[in-house]
């Protein structure tokens, strides 16, 4: 029987990174986007052309969704799903002179909302599984020009440890939490080993980096409820 994985925001940056590697680890993928079919039919024919099955799922995490149902029926299926990596994010600056509620709630749904509700349905459908939380090495910061992004990424990091506890032994839940791994869609390389300079190891990491941190999680059945800071020691400082 075949295995799967869901990837959430799966069609760019890291989510695409971490897709291909489930399949070149032997998974076929389930793969998540909002807006951008182009783009996840492009990664979805990459994975085929490894040799594995994908296939693309449109979900507007702004909008309610029934995720037993669609479980439900990739179950009945056949679909064995083994990993869910919630990975779909949204990075806004924000911060205490904004109004706030609009913002908040656009950050809370994608950043937190609906990995929240995927991991539930994953439980209740399937009888055990690894579930993988991107977070971000800021959550342990209290001082930031991203103020809704940042209280969503707490959360998630605080929700991984409870249903790492809650979920056992059947489900294993564990977190990664990037730094500076890749820049913003208007800024170089550049911009990122300048901002290295302030962190312990003064370096940038890459797509490999979260990979290998990602085949660890999975392949470690002994290790739940745990944050793997891919960041150089930037959570430290």
């Not at 995490?61 to 995720?67: K, S, T």
């Not at 800024?187 to 312990?200: S, V």
């Amino acid at each position: 029987m075949k295995k799967y994985a869901l990837v959430t925001g799966s069609s760019d940056r890291i989510g695409k990174s971490v897709a291909l590697h489930l399949a070149k680890m032997g998974y076929s993928l389930l793969l998540h986007y909002n807006s951008n079919a182009g783009k996840a039919l492009t990664v979805q024919k990459e994975i085929e052309a490894l040799g594995q099955n994908a296939t693309t799922v449109h979900i507007n995490f702004l909008q309610d969704f029934a995720y037993d149902d669609l479980f439900a029926e990739w179950k009945e299926q056949g679909i064995n799903l083994e990993v869910l990596v919630n990975c779909a994010s949204d990075f806004r600056p924000s911060n205490f002179q904004d109004a706030g509620k609009e913002l908040l709630e656009k950050e809370m749904k994608i950043n937190f909302e609906n990995a929240y509700l995927l991991t539930k349905a994953f439980a209740r459908t399937f009888d055990k599984g690894c579930i993988i939380n991107f977070i971000d090495t800021k959550a342990n910061k209290n001082k930031t020009v991203h103020l809704d992004y940042l209280l969503s990424k707490k959360l998630l990091l605080d929700f991984t440890k409870i249903a790492a506890v809650e979920l056992a032994p059947h489900f294993r839940v564990n977190g990664i939490a990037p730094g500076l791994i890749l820049p913003p869609a208007d800024k170089d390389e550049k911009y990122l080993l300048n901002l290295a300079q302030h962190i312990p190891l003064k370096t940038i990491g890459n797509v490999e980096q979260i990979n290998k941190a990602l085949e660890f999680i999975i392949q470690s059945y002994f290790f739940t409820g745990q944050i793997l800071y891919i960041d150089g020691g930037e959570h430290l400082v």
